[in-house]
Nanobody
Framework: QVQLVESGGGLVQPGGSLRLSCVGS????????MSWFRQAPGKGRELVGS????????ISAGPVKGRFSISRDNAKNTVYLHMISLKPEDTAVYYC???????????WGQGTQVTVSS
């Protein structure tokens, strides 16, 4: 079955950078659309961005546009979320999601905590 393991979260000061990683196993990674979501305390899970099997990526419009980007390395079964100029409002649990071709639902990782604070 699909297994996803996120890593790279932690405590960072405002203006800092982080790179999150998500390693997938149990499925043909290169054929899946991979996405990053986040959930802040007391809020719903929101889409940060996605990257399709061809490597085309999109970042959601709004507060992360221009600061976050997504990449993938199919040889390593890994998707990355690159975050710069971090703000306290970026504090959240960040989740990796994997969606099979033509599927409507995601499989999820366990999440990794990102805290932006001085």
């Amino acid at each position: 079955q699909v297994q996803l393991v996120e890593s790279g979260g932690g405590l960072v000061q405002p203006g800092g950078s982080l790179r999150l990683s998500c390693v997938g196993s149990g499925f043909t990674f290169s054929t899946y659309t991979m996405s990053w979501f986040r959930q802040a305390p007391g809020k719903g899970r929101e889409l940060v961005g996605s990257i399709n099997n061809a490597g085309g990526s999109t970042i959601s419009a709004g507060p992360v546009k221009g600061r976050f980007s997504i990449s993938r390395d199919n040889a390593k079964n890994t998707v990355y979320l690159h975050m710069i100029s971090l703000k306290p409002e970026d504090t959240a649990v960040y989740y990796c999601g994997a969606r099979a071709p033509f599927a409507a639902t995601y499989s999820w990782g366990q999440g990794t905590q990102v805290t932006v604070s001085s």
